[in-house]
């Protein structure tokens, strides 16, 4: 029955017949395509590919629709019908679910229907009923993996009423998105998300409350139309190439072949043959983890041709089983007889290209390219910084061992876990950043190496915080065997090539691990006639981290190591009278240089003394630790960053909300300077030319550098639209 209100609302389709009126009916071979568990083929996909769309709906029944992942090979295969994952986002799914791999650069994908098997804290495992290949139509008509065309913004335009999409940025994010993942379900237990696509924009505004989806001539399978026949509720998340945000959005839909309303979604004279009516209930911008960390929009991260199967190859051999498994002999063997002549799937990629062409052209689109859709492409940036490489730093890492130091403090073990394993390379004192998948998300945090560099075996010390998020997670979840992600070294809180001959150490707590780095290479080298004494400030006797080591060392090298050990729990806390009496007996040279780690008054008192005794500045070295907690001030609406060197264009993207300036410089492939990430190296330093940031405290910048214009980008936000050099400062 169709139906229209006197006040001139679309006309709705609410059959199944007004609806295969308007599309007409698949071919037999499209509704046979799909396996009932994932063959070699998609196991081969999966682990290349770095991200995929998910559609879920939580135990109230709210859609969502999502990306996830970050890095290949994210969804972990325990067998042909059983997945997991991480799912970081609100809302543990519950019943059907849909996914959609991608792979950048290519123009098929691999969807892939089930049900949630299990949910725990944000792993989430999922048994597979189906999966198949979908064309690249909607890849090539929205451009995905092609550089943008310049053109001019689209003009702002005043959306009228306060519904979902007048809120701060949708409209934006919308009017630039060409693709979108949508996500519905049907009245039996199945879900389904398959991928939208169009030029410019997917999805259009008519007011505050409704955007309507062209549809386009496809397969005619029109699982996502058939489903809201039966559940009009749905979700969906669009994409906008160059920016690592996503808009959720969610609501209810109805499918309308109303003249008026295709009419005004032509292309080139070709209206759609449909279109989806939704009814927005909520509309939201936010930044995304796994678009951040895949690097969609980076050359690097597209694949090459030969290094995943070719999945129209893929599709022919799943209709060949799929015919099979529903007893039909004689095309079953004629599909598997003509996929094993020789050089039949590069003849079937060509006519598959020209079908594609013919195809949307018809449609209105006239500048189709189906080899763009399958080769590698990126996009390029503006600027003298245009071609500059940029690798991932990240260097994956096993955990060998866990060693328990004291009651809270455990030092990690780690191995090179690459394919060509080597040596960690670092000066002693310098410190990496660790990264973890916490809840599903990747937290970062910097941990000085206690061992001595050179070694194939890096050791770190992670002292246990309450309420710490990452050294709880060290503490109780990591155990020989688990992996994770290391960055660095950083940081200039070193000894040099050259250390001086005589060396005092300041330390509490866990402030020793760098001086047990130092201490460790020094002495190893049995010919030193160098001189180094320690002070070490710990709580109690069973807190004293390396106590034994350190025992042994001074033991073992009485003329060159001497350990001075100061309870607090007994002797009250190190002052400055404390200080002055320890450096006085010790009588050091002039040229000694001084090296200090601990709580920031600690470090205060001995700067005092040994200024008082006319030790220059330059003699003196000290290690501050933040909390890298991320940015200063939660920001809801994305802020554009332009990013200049030497007052020269490279390039300009936009920040989106919970993003740090460096997450959006890297996402979209721009040569940022940076390091450990957390805000205490230093090296992610850049000018702020213009605009507002708000930044996390405390960090490593010196009250000058903050004066002279400086932020850093790995703990900053931006609270306006903003302008940063990365000239070296």
């Known amino acids: 029955m169709r139906h229209e209100n006197q006040l001139g609302t679309p006309v709705r389709l609410t059959t199944v017949g007004e609806l295969e009126t308007a599309i007409g009916h698949p071919a037999p071979m499209i509704m046979l395509k799909q396996i009932s568990a994932l063959d070699e083929g998609c196991r081969t996909i999966l682990a290349r590919s770095p991200i995929a769309a998910f559609g879920y709906r939580d135990a109230d029944g709210t859609s969502r629709t999502t990306l996830i992942g970050g890095t290949p090979g994210f969804a972990r295969v325990h067998s042909p019908t059983r997945i997991s994952f991480p799912l970081p986002e609100l809302g543990a799914p519950h019943g059907p679910v849909s996914f959609f791999f991608l792979l950048p650069g290519i123009g098929e994908i691999l969807r892939v229907n089930g049900s949630v098997a299990a949910h725990k804290g944000a792993q989430t495992t999922v048994d597979i009923e189906e999966a198949y290949v979908h064309c690249a139509q909607a890849v090539l008509r929205s451009r995905l993996w092609q550089p943008p065309t310049p053109a001019e913004p689209p003009p702002e335009r005043e959306i009228a009423g306060d519904g979902p999409l007048s809120r701060p940025g949708v409209a934006e994010f ?201 080769r590698r492409r990126g996009f390029r940036r503006r600027g003298p910084a245009a ?231 330059e003699l003196v070295h000290q290690e501050r630790f933040v909390s890298g907690a991320g940015a200063g001030s939660p920001v809801t609406v994305p802020r554009e960053m332009t990013v200049e060197k030497d007052g020269r264009p490279v390039g300009t993207v936009m920040v989106e909300p919970g993003q740090t300036l460096l997450d959006a410089g890297l996402a979209a492939g721009l040569p940022m300077p940076y390091s450990c990430t957390v805000g205490n190296c230093g090296d992610c330093r850049v000018r702020l030319r213009g605009g507002e940031v708000a930044q996390s405290e405390p960090n490593c910048l010196t009250p000058q550098q903050q004066t002279d214009g400086y932020v850093l980008t790995c703990v900053g936000c931006p609270l306006s639209k903003v302008t940063l050099d990365i000239a070296d400062p």
């Open 174 to 374: 919308l009017a630039a998105a060409p693709f979108l993942a949508l996500s519905t379900w049907d009245s039996s237990g199945g879900s389904d998300t398959s991928p939208r696509g169009d030029r410019r924009t997917a999805a259009r505004i008519l007011d505050s409350r409704t955007l309507v989806i062209p549809d386009r001539k496809g397969n005619k399978r029109a699982d996502s139309l058939h489903n809201l026949l039966q559940d009009d509720r749905l979700s969906f998340a669009a994409l906008v190439p160059g920016r690592s945000g996503v808009l959720h959005v969610r609501g209810r839909g109805a499918i309308t072949d109303d003249p008026a309303l295709l009419e005004t979604l032509s292309l080139r004279g070709m209206p759609p043959h449909l279109a989806l009516l939704i009814d927005v209930e909520h509309a939201e911008v936010s930044g995304n983890d796994a678009v951040a960390r895949s690097r969609l929009w980076t050359p690097q991260a597209h694949l090459e041709r030969g290094t995943v199967p070719d999945l129209m190859a893929l599709a022919g051999e799943h209709l060949a089983a799929a015919s099979a498994a529903a007893d039909r002999g004689p095309a079953a063997f004629w599909l598997k007889f003509i996929g094993a002549i020789p050089g039949m799937p590069r003849l079937l990629r060509l006519v598959m290209n020209q079908a594609y062409r013919s195809g949307l052209r018809k449609e209105g689109y006239g500048d189709v390219e189906p080899g763009a859709g399958s």
């Open 387 to 617: 071609d500059a490489g940029m690798p991932d730093p990240l260097r994956e890492v096993r955990i060998a061992e866990v060693r328990r130091e004291t009651p809270s403090t455990v030092t990690l073990v780690l191995e090179d876990a690459g394919e060509n394993p080597g040596p960690f390379d670092f000066r002693p004192g310098q410190f990496f950043t660790l990264v973890a998948d916490i809840d599903g998300r990747p937290v970062r945090r910097a941990y000085s190496a206690s061992s001595a560099p050179g070694s194939s075996r890096l050791e770190v010390t992670v002292k246990h915080v309450d309420g710490g998020r990452f050294s709880t997670h060290v503490h109780r979840g990591l155990r020989a065997g688990h992996r994770l992600a290391l960055r660095g070294p950083s940081g200039s809180f070193h000894a040099g090539p050259r250390p001086a001959d005589e060396m005092v150490l300041v330390a509490a707590g866990s402030g020793v691990t760098p001086m047990m780095s130092m201490l460790r290479t020094r002495l190893s080298d049995r010919s030193g006639r160098d001189r180094i004494a320690l002070l070490y400030s710990s709580r109690s006797t069973e807190e004293i981290i390396f106590a034994d080591e350190l025992t042994r060392l001074a033991n073992d090298h009485p003329d060159r190591l001497s350990v001075t050990h100061v309870l607090t729990g007994r002797d009250g806390r190190l002052d400055a009278d404390g200080l002055r009496r320890w450096i006085t007996a010790l009588s050091p040279a002039r040229d000694a240089h001084y090296y200090l780690c601990g709580p920031q008054p600690l470090m205060e008192a001995v700067q005092g003394v040994v200024s008082e005794r006319g030790v220059p500045d």
